[in-house]
C-alpha cells in the first residue's frame, strides 16, 4: 500500500505547506516519514526535496524547514533592487523596437538569490542516499517544457518506466537544483531554467493532472496539502472596479495553481464512485482500485492576510504592484501573495496550516495509521 504526498504550489503560498506537515509529524508520532512518494510542483518542489532529503529524520528535518521559512525575505528570493527591477522594465520597453526582441529580459525579477539560497537549503545527495537505502521510494518534481508546453514529471527511485502522452510526459532523472528552479519559475515574474537543452517554466503550468504523477508511481493514498481556500472570497475582499492587469493575473496563476488541483481531486472521487458501483471481479479486471485521498486546504483566504503585509514589501515590488492595477483587496491581493516571501506573511501562513491540519487530527491519524493496520491483518509468512 503505497502513500503520496503531494505538494502544491504558488510561490510564498507553500508555507502553509510546513505548517500542515508539522502538525503531520506531531499526529504520526513517529521519527518516520509516513510517506513513500513525495510529488513536488512550483514552490512545492522545493519543499518535497527538503523533506525527501530529510527522510531518514523526518521531524528534525520539518522543524528546520519551519526555521528557513520563518526567517525568509523577498531578498532571498529575487533581487528587488531598483537597479535590477528598472533595468529590467527598461528593457522590457525597450524591446518593443527591437526586431528579433533579443533585448528583453527573460523576466521580470532576478531569481538569482534563490538559487543561492537553495544550495544552502537543499542536499540533493541526502535525498539521492534515502531513495538508494528505501526510505523514499519515488521522488518527482514536475516542470513545463516552454518548448513543446508539455507537462514534465521528473523522478528518481522506484521502478515506473518513463511515460508520454498528450502534453504530458515522465522522465527518469536525478533530481538536482535545476529542476526544482524550473519548478518554481513563476511565469513572466521569473526566468525560464534551462534542463538538457530546453527549457522549464514553472511546473502548475499545463499540469492538467497533478495526481496523475503518483498514481503513476503506483501511490494508491494521496496525501494532499493545498494552497488555496475551497470557499469563495467574503465580499469584504472583492472589487468591482474594472480590474488592473494584476487582478487578471491572478485569476490566471490561480487557474494554474489552483483550479487544476481541485479539478483532479473532484475526478478521483467521481473515479471512485464508479468503481464502488462494480463488483470486485470487475474492478479487477478493470484496473480500477479506489483511490484514497486526504486533503488539507486553508481555512481561510490568503488575500487577506496579503492586505496586511503589502506595506512591508520592498518599495520596487510595491511600485511593480501598483504599475500593474494591484490593491490590496480581491485578486490584487492575491497576486501579490505569490510573491510575499515576508518572514511575517509565512509566518501567519505555516501557523494557519498547523491549526488546520490539528483541526482533522482524528482524519488524519487514522489516515496515517492506516497501511500499518493494514500491514498487520495480513497472513504472516511461517
Not at 29 to 36: A, N, T, V
Request: overall charge positive; aromatic content about 8%.
Amino acid at each position: 500500500m503505497s502513500t503520496a504526498l503531494i505538494l502544491s504550489g504558488g510561490g510564498a503560498r507553500a508555507a502553509y505547506q510546513v505548517g500542515v506537515l508539522r502538525g503531520v509529524m506531531e499526529i504520526h508520532g513517529r521519527d518516520q516519514l509516513p510517506f513513500d512518494v513525495i510529488c513536488g510542483t512550483s514552490a512545492g518542489a522545493i519543499n518535497a526535496v527538503f523533506m525527501a532529503a530529510n527522510a531518514h529524520r523526518p521531524r528534525d528535518g520539518v522543524e528546520r524547514l519551519y526555521r528557513a521559512w520563518r526567517g525568509i525575505s523577498a531578498g532571498d528570493v529575487y533581487d528587488h533592487g531598483w537597479v535590477a527591477v528598472l533595468g529590467n522594465l527598461w528593457r522590457i520597453a525597450r524591446s518593443a523596437f527591437s526586431r528579433d526582441g533579443r533585448a528583453a529580459p527573460g523576466a521580470l525579477l532576478d531569481n538569482a538569490p534563490l538559487r543561492l539560497m537553495l544550495r544552502n537549503w537543499l542536499d540533493f545527495d541526502a535525498a539521492q542516499r534515502n531513495l538508494a537505502e528505501g526510505l523514499l521510494r519515488t521522488l518527482c518534481i514536475t516542470a513545463m517544457d516552454y518548448g513543446s508546453g508539455s507537462s514534465v514529471a521528473f523522478f528518481d527511485g522506484g521502478d515506473t518506466t518513463p511515460w508520454n502522452r498528450l502534453y504530458r510526459r515522465g522522465e527518469r532523472a536525478a533530481i538536482a537544483l535545476e529542476h526544482v528552479m524550473a519548478s518554481a519559475a513563476i511565469p513572466v515574474l521569473f526566468p525560464a531554467e534551462g534542463i538538457g537543452g530546453s527549457y522549464f517554466g514553472d511546473g502548475a503550468l499545463r499540469q492538467l493532472h497533478p495526481l496523475s504523477p503518483a498514481l503513476k508511481f503506483g501511490a494508491t493514498r494521496l496525501f494532499v496539502i493545498g494552497v488555496s481556500a475551497p470557499i469563495a472570497p467574503p465580499p469584504g475582499m472583492t472589487e468591482r472596479r474594472r480590474p488592473g492587469i494584476g487582478q487578471m493575473a491572478a485569476h490566471l496563476l490561480n487557474r494554474e495553481f489552483i483550479d487544476n488541483l481541485g479539478a483532479d481531486i473532484e475526478q478521483a472521487r467521481h473515479f471512485n464512485e464508479v468503481g464502488r458501483a462494480l463488483s470486485p471481479p470487475d474492478r479487477q479486471r478493470h484496473g480500477m482500485q479506489p483511490i484514497e485521498t486526504l486533503v488539507i486546504t486553508p481555512s481561510a483566504h490568503f488575500n487577506e492576510i496579503a492586505a496586511q503585509y503589502l506595506h512591508k514589501q520592498p518599495r520596487t515590488i510595491r511600485l511593480l504592484l501598483r504599475l500593474l492595477g494591484t490593491t490590496s483587496r480581491g485578486a490584487g491581493a492575491s497576486f501579490a501573495s505569490y510573491l510575499m516571501f515576508d518572514s511575517g506573511f509565512c509566518a501567519r501562513l505555516m501557523d494557519m496550516g498547523y491549526r488546520d491540519v490539528m483541526a482533522e487530527c482524528g482524519r488524519v491519524r487514522e489516515f496515517l495509521d492506516a497501511p500499518a493496520q493494514e500491514l498487520s491483518r495480513l497472513p504472516s509468512a511461517s
